[in-house]
């Protein structure tokens, strides 16, 4: 089972709870946007822009259920929609975890946001480190980090 399946909360409530999630534990900016299949939500906080790339489901995927039968168009659409609510309130729960973690003194600030630090450049560190650790694992060597500026 995963997080918020069964959620009922919309996504629009979602987000506004991130935002002012974000502005309790002292967000400066705040910016999101969306294309299809993705969201964005940007922030500043502790001198550190912080984004995170949320992926989200595709309308196309639900026009059968998990065990392989047609839906209706009424079916594909609500599961649809429960999947884009489920998502939002995983991302909620992960921010606030975050944020928590770090103003409980668990972890630094950037340690608990360090994938999604924004480097100078525009990519997060996410982005830059992934493909230097899958270099490491594939050759068994370090790489030093190329940050590509």
Avoid: H
Avoid at 117 to 138: F, N, R, S
């Amino acid at each position: 089972m995963s997080y918020a399946e069964s959620t009922s909360v919309p996504v629009d409530r979602s987000k506004a709870e991130i935002e002012r999630t974000l502005q309790r534990y002292g967000a400066k900016e705040f910016a999101s946007g969306w294309k299809e299949g993705r969201a964005m939500m940007q922030f500043s906080m502790m001198d550190r822009q912080i984004r995170f790339v949320l992926p989200l489901p595709l309308q196309s995927e639900f026009s059968k259920s998990e065990k392989g039968r047609n839906r209706t168009p009424s079916q594909a659409q609500a599961a649809f929609e429960q999947a884009q609510r489920a998502r939002w309130r995983a991302l909620l729960l992960c921010i606030k975890a975050k944020l928590e973690s770090a103003a409980s003194g668990i972890e630094e600030f950037e340690t608990a946001f360090l994938g999604q630090i924004v480097m100078p450049g525009g990519k997060t560190m996410e982005e830059l480190a992934l493909p230097q650790i899958k270099i490491a694992y594939d050759t068994g060597k370090i790489q030093p980090l190329q940050l590509g500026y």
